[in-house]
């Protein structure tokens, strides 16, 4: 199962934050609106809206979440996507210090960061992105994710775009365009 909260607490990772060589983080980050055919999911409490590739399927989660993955014919997990209230001591000043803790107290092993970028422009908000890997608890599995705390008018809500980290390569670019279209209300 994988992490889809931002709450949480636990012991910050000392992990620097490491683009890849030679290139900024988030550098194919622009938001706007989703592609044709997506779907919006709209938070219950009206703060942001999730667009979900039009192969996902809405899935059950924590109670004031929205939740969609994309799985295989055999059920293998190829895409998660949630967007969650914000919930815990949060900021976008420690948001990537903070989902790192999160991810290593729930999961038991230390999260690694990749990137972050603080003050993008999402619609309707700036946000802090992190891009992480970690170790679930729960079998084992490895995920890749980019996390994002982003502020709104109504308040502010953590997006988590993540697929199994070795199939990365395959999901980024639609997780990308799910992180590109998020807004905050």
């Known amino acids: 199962m994988l992490a889809a909260s931002g709450c949480g607490s636990g012991p910050a990772s000392q992990m620097p934050a490491v683009p890849p060589s030679g290139a900024t983080s988030f550098s194919w980050f622009h938001a706007g609106r989703a592609p044709a055919g997506w779907q919006s999911m709209e938070l219950p409490d009206a703060t942001a809206v999730l667009s979900i590739p039009p192969d996902a399927t809405p899935t059950p989660g924590d109670p004031g979440t929205v939740s969609a993955t994309v799985t295989a014919l055999n059920g293998d997990l190829r895409i998660y996507l949630n967007a969650t209230p914000q ?15 999160h991810l290593t107290g729930e999961n038991g092993a230390p999260a690694r960061r990749l990137a972050d970028r603080a003050g993008m422009p999402f619609r309707g908000g700036p946000g802090s992105c992190v891009e992480d890997t970690y170790v679930s608890r729960i079998g084992g599995h490895k995920y890749r994710e980019i996390a994002c705390l982003v502020a709104g008018k109504r308040g502010s809500s953590v997006l988590v775009a993540a697929a199994p980290a070795d199939s990365w390569d395959r999901y980024s670019p639609v997780l990308e365009q799910a992180v590109d279209a998020y807004a905050s209300e």
């Open 87 to 101: 919930q815990g001591e949060e900021s976008q000043s420690n948001w990537p210090e903070f989902r790192l803790a």
